[in-house]
């Protein structure tokens, strides 16, 4: 495994956003928890046509279900080949 030390960043620093103290799963569930039913995702294709649509609800349980099955195919910190 190649590891890269990042020494200086091209993208200047954004002082008006402030950090949360979560995870984008830990973000997923709170919002899926409140307001399951709330359109989360809605697919569209380089035409424009509107594909596949996810609520937080079913987007929770979809990336949940993903979770779960790469849990049993791969170890903690193992790479997922491409």
Do not use: H
Not at 27 to 34: C, E, F, I, K
Not at 61 to 68: F, G, S
């Amino acid at each position: 495994m190649v590891q890269v030390n990042l020494l200086e960043s091209y993208f200047p620093i954004q002082d008006g956003e402030s950090i949360l103290e979560t995870t984008v799963g830990g973000l997923l569930r709170s919002v899926a928890a409140n307001k399951p039913d709330a359109p989360a995702l809605i697919e569209v294709d380089m035409s424009g046509s509107l594909g596949r649509r996810w609520t937080y609800g079913t987007l929770l349980a979809d990336a949940e279900r993903l979770a779960r099955a790469l849990a049993t195919r791969f170890a903690p910190r193992e790479r997922i080949p491409c």
